[in-house]
């Protein structure tokens, strides 16, 4: 009785014995497969061995595979030596206008960690076949279907390849994710024509960048002649605003001028009309019996003191007479008047 209580730990302990350790790294995961099921079925286990782990299993009954679910790439380029494949690994395909074009690819993608059990049973037993078997035929045939859209031109246009390449990303999810697979990123390289074509499409840009140059120093010199003008309609205006303000001061100063004179002309008016009027109203007080005597009395006074001597006028002893009242009337009048009286 004590023997059979000790055979299971016996039969542990040797069953132990005979495991070996199976490891998973930081990024990796284990799925065993049981060939031989001493309790429950045979098959693919569903339990996932975790990252960062050591498990023991008994050997030869067992298969161990451990999946990276880092991210991976897979590169498919020209280059001899940077891509997966040694050689021309590109892709390539026509245009949509009809040119032979290759482009550099890279495929960022990486294994869903839940889905390993499924990956194993259906994809492939490690990363390598399930990037061959998977991820290659269908981000190339993908990415085929959508670049072909493309005119040659395009290709030189990197927002137009940057929409592409995201539209190959989500139609390769739309395949692959129900595999277990996820693309996480679709990148696009170097594309290359065919030699002859791609010189004229050089030429063509060369072409392009040039035209776009003399469109700029057009515009450019549109805008400088634009300037000029501004700034010479500009001196116009100041010129002709400053021409206008000298009319302006001109005319102000001969409308003061003006003014003056027209005041200084009707101040003379009035003196020389009150003149007129003293004239007149002198003229008027002389016309009567004072005026008459007046004139006498100016006469009178005229002749004090000069001596007036009487000739005959004719020859011989004639005598005339002579009007001596007329006489000094006139000599009165001349006296007046202020002119020299004539002495005989």
């Not at 170097?190 to 140059?213: G, S």
């Not at 003229?283 to 004072?290: P, Q, R, V």
């Not at 020859?315 to 000094?328: F, I, Q, V």
């Amino acid at each position: 009785m004590r023997f059979l209580a000790l055979l299971p730990p016996l039969l542990a302990g040797c069953w132990l014995a005979g495991c070996l350790p199976h490891d998973t790294g930081s990024t990796e995961v284990g799925v065993r497969t049981a060939k031989v099921a001493l309790f429950g079925g045979a098959g693919v286990v569903k339990d996932i061995y975790p990252s960062g782990g050591t498990f023991f299993f008994a050997p030869f009954i067992n298969d161990w595979h451990v999946y990276d679910i880092g991210l991976q790439n897979l590169a498919m380029t020209r280059d001899l030596k940077s891509g997966a494949r040694e050689g021309d690994d590109s892709l390539h395909f026509k245009t949509h206008d009809g040119n032979d074009i290759s482009v550099d690819v890279t495929v960022a993608w990486h294994i869903d960690p839940a889905k390993v059990v499924y990956v194993l049973q259906f994809v492939g037993p490690n990363n390598l076949s399930v990037e061959e078997q998977l991820v290659r035929p269908v981000a190339r045939t993908v990415l085929r279907d959508l670049l072909n859209e493309l005119r040659s031109e395009q290709y030189y246009d990197a927002t137009a390849r940057f929409a592409k390449a995201e539209l190959a990303r989500q139609a390769c999810n739309h395949y692959l994710e129900p595999e277990g697979v996820t693309i996480d990123q679709v990148l696009l390289g170097e594309h290359k024509f065919n030699p002859a074509y791609e010189q004229v499409i050089k030429d063509k840009t060369v072409a392009d960048q040039e035209a776009a140059r003399l469109r700029s120093e057009s515009e450019a010199a549109r805008e400088q002649r634009r300037r000029e003008l501004e700034v010479a309609r500009g001196e116009v205006s100041m010129t002709i605003e400053q021409a206008r303000g000298e009319a302006t001061k001109r005319q102000l100063t001969a409308d003061a001028a003006y003014f003056a004179r027209q005041r200084e002309a009707e101040a003379m008016l009035a003196e020389a009309r009150a003149k007129a009027e003293g004239l007149k109203a002198q003229a008027k007080a002389l016309s009567g019996t004072g005026g008459r005597n007046m004139v006498k009395l100016q006469v009178a006074e005229a002749l004090r003191g000069k001596p007036i001597v009487f000739m005959p006028a004719g020859g011989g002893s004639d005598l005339r007479t002579t009007n001596m009242n007329a006489l000094l009337e006139h000599f009165g009048a001349l006296a007046v008047a202020g002119k020299d009286v004539p002495v005989p």
